[in-house]
């Protein structure tokens, strides 16, 4: 007994971040490590946003801000909402905060009570179990198997929603999977949610500009029937290469928001001036450098998936949207070689790299232990060698 929190001691390091540590650490040691545990574009953040931020310093602008965030910029975010998502807000629906990650832990905060349950699926981003247990709150999770895509279907989410069942979290495009629901798919899921008058739904999108082949992306708060029940998250990490900067936000019934304002207030106030003045660019000013990255990402999804699919013993769906790979290959486990055991996702992640010092983030991570996450946002270079280097090591494997 150290007499700290229990509550605290029951949530878990992010394995993510942990990963992208011991990496870093690998390779200041000199090794020659290749990493594909990242997740962040790897692109810099476009100068014209860079310059933004610059100015914004230049005018002092440098203060605090409101605490739900910078008038103008809520503003261009509920301008966004209407032009893209079909999605009606005010000001009072808006709050800006430090990263996605931040608003989607201040949403959970703001609507659960002990006890309450939270369905999402599995595989899901690291970080929601670990939230929802800081609410005191139960984590209720669907499998979303390799053979439909990663995908829930609306009998599983029907079969698992009870009294308690506060929000249905739903992320689309998926980090880990690249999985996208198509407008039909959520407009089933909506269906089992619409006389559910007790369920919120938080929307995570921050990955909605990062879809290929012609995919739409369609938000779930924009169906008529959900829209006040519905919280939309997004944020500029992602679509803009702006991951460092910490600027994420949420959306829906002001009440909701106004709780949300307030947990904000005692805890970080606002996001970061400079970071705001930065986002604000980034949401107003038109460039065609973010088409340019998403061209980019989706050749060299072209490319990982075609070749991870001639690797022998490897199940991997065509990712559609973010820019990760997310892999089933528990054929290989059983197997052995120069004393590794492979049996699970972390040992497979363990062989890869201390044997090729290849990074890849075991699915357990992410509540599926026969898969692996690997992310596409690096050079073809480094996926070339990459790709070369497991193939050799699943080779020796039996
Ligand atoms: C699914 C998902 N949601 C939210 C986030 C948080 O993004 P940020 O806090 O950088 O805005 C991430 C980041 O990895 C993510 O993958």
Redesign the pocket.
């Known amino acids: 007994m150290n007499g700290y929190s229990e509550l605290i001691s029951s949530i878990e390091e992010s394995r993510t971040m942990a990963i992208s540590s011991l990496v870093k650490k690998l390779q200041s040691e000199g090794k020659n490590v290749l990493s594909f545990s990242a997740?962040e574009p790897d692109f810099p953040t476009p100068e014209f946003i860079k310059q933004a931020a610059i100015k914004a310093i230049n005018e002092n602008f440098t203060r605090y801000t409101a605490n739900e965030g910078y008038a103008p910029l809520i503003n261009a975010i509920i301008q966004k909402f209407a032009k893209e998502n079909n999605l009606e807000f005010k000001p009072q629906n808006i709050l800006v905060s430090a990263?996605?990650?931040?608003s989607?832990y201040n949403l959970i905060m703001a609507l659960c009570n002990p006890g309450d349950e939270v369905i999402f699926q599995s595989p899901y981003?690291v970080s929601y179990p670990e939230m929802v247990k800081l609410a005191q709150s139960t984590p209720v999770i669907i499998d979303a198997e390799v053979e439909q895509e990663y995908k829930v279907s609306p009998a599983q989410l029907e079969k698992v929603i009870t009294p308690k069942t506060k929000i249905f979290l739903f992320?689309t495009p998926s980090?880990p999977t690249g999985s996208v629901y198509s407008k039909e798919e959520i407009l089933a899921l909506a269906e089992v949610l619409k006389n559910k008058e007790h369920i919120y739904i938080v929307s995570?999108e921050?990955?909605e500009k990062i879809v290929f082949d012609g995919e739409e992306h369609f938000s779930i708060g924009s169906i008529d029937y959900l829209k006040d029940r519905t919280i939309t998250i997004n944020?500029v990490?992602k679509a803009y290469a702006m991951?460092g900067w910490r600027i994420?936000y949420a959306a829906g019934d002001a009440g909701i928001i106004k709780l949300a304002r307030n947990l904000q207030s005692h805890s970080t106030s606002n996001a970061a001036s400079i970071s705001q003045a930065a986002a604000l660019a980034a949401l107003t000013q038109e460039s065609d450098e973010i088409e340019d990255m998403i061209k980019k990402f989706k050749e060299r999804r072209d490319f990982i998936y075609e070749a991870l699919n001639k690797v022998k013993g490897v199940k991997c769906p065509l990712p559609k949207g973010a820019f990760y790979v997310f892999y089933d290959v528990s054929s290989y486990y059983g197997t052995k070689v120069n004393g590794y055991n492979i049996n699970d996702s972390s040992s497979f992640c363990n062989y890869l790299l201390t044997e090729e010092s290849v990074g890849l983030v075991p699915g357990v991570a992410f509540g599926n232990d026969k898969c692996v996450r690997m992310s596409y946002a690096c050079s073809f270079e480094d996926l070339t060698d990459g790709l070369e280097r497991i193939t050799r090591a699943l080779s020796k494997l039996n």
Do not use: R, V
Request: glycine fraction near 24%; charged fraction near 10%; charge should be neutral.
């Open positions: 997740g990263g996605a990650k931040h989607i981003w992320n980090n995570d921050i990955y944020g990490s991951t994420g």
